[in-house]
């Protein structure tokens, strides 16, 4: 991610959270996605995303399927059960994280 | 635009050149890559793809390259947790059950330095089942460089000379009580590389499965 390292934190956040929005996704369409949900304020690096797609497969959280398009292999990640339920979670704690720096950042909006 | 046939063949030459060798991350990454030159390509670059692609190389080859040192750590990971779980399963105990009662029953059979001979075997026999394994897999049905099934080599070279540190240590011994030590470590050794050869033929199978028909 170039923007900043705040972000950096909620990567995971963010995966999870399209991922669970749509069927499934391969990685350069989730950069896309961000940036362009963002409108291009957030821009995530190949060496940030595939790391983190990596290891949520890896902790099992995604699903991979492959499938051959425009002349070559495409790698589809999609949420698994468990997948799902950490989605909330992280959520949540995204929610009650950004509730938190509120208070000390801007105390008289909460 | 799309990229033709030869364009993508670059492309994945160009990347098993500066050492990204296992196919299933190179696959990836040969699509972040052409995504984003026809992604450019459609936005009005009207240069050719070569031109493009070296833009996009100067750009971003370093943050390519970290991936793939970061792909390896989680497929490591993945290999241990697919151990762990071969590990816990009820089939272990049972695997070395069988194991400590063969080798119990050869010892008492063959005499304490032919067991020792026999003994010494175990740790190739493991080491062979990966080799055959593999061996069918990468040349018999022809699939390609995989990373988590070559990681997987370490574990599989660990249990090969662990054992051999005992055996030494070992090799003088006459007393039962060690004996039947010995006998319980390599039982527990065979398991382990049992294991290991079942989680290796269920890798290749995942790999040939989900590669089937789009290779």
């Known amino acids: 991610m170039s923007n900043s390292k705040l972000y950096k934190g909620s990567l995971t956040t963010i995966i999870l959270k399209l991922l669970n929005e749509h069927d499934k996704m391969y990685g ?23 790391p983190a797609l990596h290891k949520l ?23 698994t059960e468990t997948g799902t339920k950490e989605t909330v979670n992280k959520l949540e704690e995204l929610a009650e994280y950004i509730k938190t720096m509120q208070t000390l950042v801007n105390p008289k909006l909460v | 635009m799309k990229l033709s046939e030869e364009d993508i063949q670059f492309i994945n030459t160009y990347l098993e050149n500066s050492d990204v060798v296992f196919a299933d991350i190179r696959m990836e990454m040969v699509d972040h ?27 971003n080859k370093g943050q390519l390259l970290k991936d793939n040192k970061q792909f ?12 762990l779980k071969a590990l816990l399963s009820p089939m272990t105990p049972l695997l ?33 089942g990966f080799l055959l394994t593999y061996v069918v897999y990468h040349k018999v049905k022809n699939l390609k460089r995989f990373s988590v099934v070559e990681r ?37 050794i065979l398991t382990i590389k049992i294991l290991l050869v079942v989680i290796s033929i269920e890798l290749f199978m995942n790999y040939e499965k989900r590669f089937k028909n789009i290779a």
């Open chain 1, 28 to 50: 350069y369409e989730i950069t896309q996605k961000v940036k362009a949900l963002t409108k291009g304020e957030l821009k995530i690096t190949e060496g940030a995303l595939y």
């Open chain 2, 33 to 59: 890559v052409a995504s984003d030159i026809e992604s450019r390509m459609e936005a009005g670059d009207t240069r050719s793809f070569y031109d493009v692609f070296k833009t996009y190389m100067v750009e």
């Open chain 2, 152 to 188: 997987l080599a370490f574990p599989f070279l660990v249990f090969y000379q662990l054992p051999n540190l005992v055996f030494n240590f070992s090799n003088q011994t006459k007393d039962l009580r060690t004996i039947l030590w010995v006998i319980g470590f390599v039982s527990f």
């Open chain 2, 72 to 83: 390896l750590k989680s497929a490591d990971k993945k290999i241990w947790k697919a151990f």
């Open chain 1, 57 to 79: 497969e890896a902790e099992g959280l995604l699903d991979v399927e492959v499938a051959k398009v425009d002349n070559r292999l495409r790698k589809y990640y999609k949420l």
């Open chain 2, 96 to 128: 070395f059950l069988i194991a400590y009662v063969v080798f119990y029953v050869v010892y008492l059979n063959v005499g304490i330095e032919t067991f020792r001979l026999i003994i010494s075997y175990v740790p190739l026999i493991g080491l062979s």
